[in-house]
């Protein structure tokens, strides 16, 4: 449709343009909008470019963010001859069964660009695209799955939030319930083809991996080693700020996942993205970057949020958790045996008291040493978190030196309430 101010506005070549919406020139968006507004802008500004706005579209409601410098006395309602509804995070959740999108016309001081993308969060986790000028932000669309039993999902805030030992640890405690689950990962480096790691995949497997060419510490196959449960793996490329992947082959991953007929399945993100395939139930696992705008659409999707602590938390999630990660052996160590431990940061483990203790493991050079150190002190266990220099470096190692390579398991504990419940519940529920 085009309005009488578009068609007006096409002057011919020198002559001046009639001032009228940017909006207006080119193709919009069919449906109605709720539109936000403020009292900063002299209300017969805001009429007017409401009423473009409703004859073009449609305007299923106005909220107002506040602001006071331009605003007669009077209610909003008469000040801008038309409903208007006031507090933006109670309003637009009940507008949005009216609209498509919400159009962002309210400007600094009142609605800065935090507090932009702040509403745009809310926005498109009510299934509304956000619109402000020179942006048009689309809801992420979540594949269905052809699969009866409970799907659930563990996203995260940001990388190394604990997304894989939460996710890990929740099937984990399926399998024990006797609900075996199938867990499905996505990461930068998944196979190009979803591809499924056993139970039983071993050490020796993911060298073969590595001297194949390929990732032996992708989080899938950590899935399948440390938990215990088929994983299938899955690879994606990019992140939207509302967590939807560029690419991705999750929704073929679930497909292989389903035709295993597991009695539950679990979806694990990647970093900030989300897996693109609807769920029953959501944990999303808050890290250091938790107070970044659209760290709230990931929390407003979760029905559990699993805090580190002093992770800013501000989210309309159902249930709030404190937790941290234990480091632990995920088997046995023979008893004094000297042990070499192998991290990617200083957290130690619990119950181990190492000879030699790197945290090198990202950092190939100092690994290497560290590598010397433990054969040196003839360290005979080589114990490790699973990460890329585990496969490629300290494995290999640990085979020409003789020692026994364990893998660390990050072991997520409730600091403020029984996490494991709450994941069993979560499932119950699903």
């Known amino acids: 449709m085009v309005s009488r101010a578009s068609r007006a506005s096409r002057a011919r070549p020198g002559e001046p343009r ?4 940017d909006r207006d020139n080119g193709s919009v968006p069919a449906g109605p909008v709720i539109a ?4 900063e802008h002299h209300p017969a500004a805001v009429r007017a470019a409401l009423e473009r706005l409703d004859e073009v579209r449609g305007v299923a409601g106005a909220i107002f963010c506040g602001g006071e410098e331009k605003l007669p006395a009077g209610s909003l309602d008469a000040i801008y001859g038309r409903p208007v509804a006031a507090s933006p995070d109670q309003a637009l959740p009940r507008l949005a069964p009216l609209a498509t999108a919400v159009v962002d016309l309210a400007d600094e001081p009142v609605l800065p660009a ?17 619109e402000s000028p020179g942006a048009r932000l689309e809801p992420p669309r979540y594949a269905s799955v052809d699969f009866d039993g409970p799907k659930l999902a563990v996203i995260g805030t940001g990388k190394r939030t604990g997304k894989t030992a939460v996710a890990g640890h929740w099937a984990a405690l399926l399998r024990a319930a006797g609900h075996e689950p199938a867990l499905v990962c996505m990461g930068r480096g998944g196979p190009a083809e979803p591809t499924v790691a056993h139970p039983d995949t071993a050490l020796e497997d993911l060298i073969a ?10 989080d899938y196959l ?6 215990g449960v088929t994983t299938i793996g899955c690879r994606r490329v990019g992140g939207g700020l509302a967590g939807a992947p560029a690419e991705s082959n999750v929704a073929a991953g679930a497909a292989l996942a389903a035709s295993r007929s597991p009695a539950a399945m679990l979806f694990e993100g990647s970093g900030a993205c989300i897996p693109p395939v609807a769920v029953n139930r959501t944990v999303c696992v808050a890290g250091a970057g938790a107070g970044e705008p659209f760290a709230d659409y990931r929390m407003l999707r979760a029905d559990l949020v699993l805090a580190a602590e ?9 249930e709030r958790l404190c937790f941290r990660l234990l480091p632990e052996p995920a088997e046995p160590l023979p008893a004094a045996a000297r042990v070499a431990l192998f991290t990617t940061r200083s957290t130690g483990c619990a119950g181990v008291e190492p000879v030699v203790s790197s945290a090198a493991l990202a950092r190939r050079d100092e690994l290497a040493a560290d590598l010397d150190h433990a054969a040196a002190e003839r360290c ?16 290999r190692r640990a085979r020409r030196d003789g020692a026994r390579v364990v893998f660390v398991r990050n072991r997520p504990v409730g600091i403020d309430a029984d996490l494991d419940s709450a994941l069993l519940r979560l499932h119950a529920d699903a």
């Open 18 to 21: 009639a001032q009228v919406s």
């Open 36 to 39: 936000l507004i403020d009292g």
């Open 114 to 130: 935090s507090g932009k993308l702040r509403l745009a969060a809310l926005a498109l986790h009510l299934g509304l695209a956000f």
């Open 209 to 218: 991996i590595v001297e194949g060419g390929g990732h032996g510490a992708s």
């Open 222 to 227: 950590e899935g399948a080693v440390l938990a």
């Open 310 to 318: 002093g992770s800013p938390v501000a989210t309309g999630a159902r």
């Open 380 to 395: 005979e266990v080589y114990l490790t978190e699973l990460k890329a220099g585990a496969i490629d470096l300290v494995a």
